[in-house]
């Protein structure tokens, strides 16, 4: 019997993009897993206020080709992980307008019981990694899913890395970016995103 698994995210500058794939990634590698990659639709607000910085541009048009996230994918899946930035320790406002709209969903409860997790990217250390992963738990909580986290085992355990070489990534699929042009994402981060994928895909299977 085939698992569904959705991996749906927002993001602004490629960082979360880039984790999104390494979660399917990590889905994938189950067997009898189906992945489907989604995007959170960017607020036209939003665009206008960034169009003009090339990083902005530049990830979004390397996004463009993934299709929007629907009701019908939700309904699809067995097991759903949301990526997001950190927005003062909250999700994006991209996502919350999508999981805003999801009511009708919520009154026939159709999301009941879908395993579910959060990968988030942020600025700086404790940037707000696992206050955006916490607080983004509290609707989908209330949409009746089932939380699944990270073992700290099966993403590489707890290491340190030097602060001048890159920032370490949180244990919570939370990650850190460089303040310099390239705000490059750290290379544990996507072994622990690979990691949150399998660990979705099992518990459906249990």
Same mark, same amino acid.
Not at 148 to 167: N, T, Y
């Given at each position: 019997?085939?698992?569904?698994?959705?991996?749906?995210?927002?993001?602004?500058?490629?960082?979360?993009?880039?984790?999104?794939?390494?979660?399917?990634?990590?889905?994938?590698?189950?067997?009898?897993?189906?992945?489907?990659?989604?995007?959170?639709?960017?607020?036209?607000?939003?665009?206008?206020?960034?169009?003009?910085?090339?990083?902005?541009?530049?990830?979004?048009?390397?996004?463009?080709?993934?299709?929007?996230?629907?009701?019908?994918?939700?309904?699809?899946?067995?097991?759903?992980?949301?990526?997001?930035?950190?927005?003062? $320790?909250?999700?994006?406002?991209?996502?919350?307008?999508?999981?805003?709209?999801? &009511?009708?969903?919520?009154?026939?409860?159709?999301?009941?019981?879908?395993?579910?997790?959060?990968?988030?990217?942020?600025?700086?250390?404790?940037?707000?990694?696992?206050?955006?992963?916490?607080?983004?738990?509290?609707?989908?909580?209330?949409?009746?899913?089932?939380?699944? &986290?990270?073992?700290?085992?099966?993403?590489?355990?707890?290491?340190?890395?030097?602060?001048?070489?890159?920032?370490?990534?949180?244990?919570?699929? $939370?990650?850190?970016?460089?303040?310099?042009?390239?705000?490059?994402?750290?290379?544990?981060?996507? $072994?622990?995103?690979?990691?949150?994928?399998?660990?979705?895909?099992?518990?459906?299977?249990?």
């Amino acid at each position: 019997m085939t698992t569904n698994v959705l991996v749906t995210f927002y993001s602004t500058y490629g960082h979360v993009h880039r984790m999104a794939l390494a979660v399917a990634e990590g889905a994938e590698s189950v067997p009898d897993i189906t992945v489907r990659l989604r995007r959170i639709p960017e607020l036209e607000e939003a665009r206008k206020a960034l169009s003009a910085q090339d990083a902005y541009v530049r990830a979004q048009q390397a996004q463009a080709d993934i299709p929007a996230v629907t009701h019908d994918d939700l309904r699809w899946a067995d097991g759903i992980a949301w990526g997001t930035p950190t927005r003062y $320790g909250n999700m994006s406002a991209q996502m919350k307008q999508f999981v805003d709209t999801t &009511g009708g969903l919520w009154l026939k409860g159709e999301l009941e019981d879908k395993a579910t997790g959060v990968f988030t990217s942020t600025a700086s250390i404790h940037g707000g990694q696992e206050t955006t992963i916490l607080t983004a738990l509290v609707p989908l909580i209330h949409l009746g899913m089932v939380f699944v &986290g990270v073992s700290v085992l099966k993403s590489g355990g707890v290491c340190v890395i030097d602060f001048h070489v890159e920032p370490p990534p949180e244990r919570s699929d $939370g990650t850190s970016k460089d303040r310099n042009e390239q705000r490059s994402v750290a290379a544990l981060a996507d $072994g622990t995103a690979v990691a949150q994928g399998p660990q979705g895909a099992d518990h459906r299977l249990r």
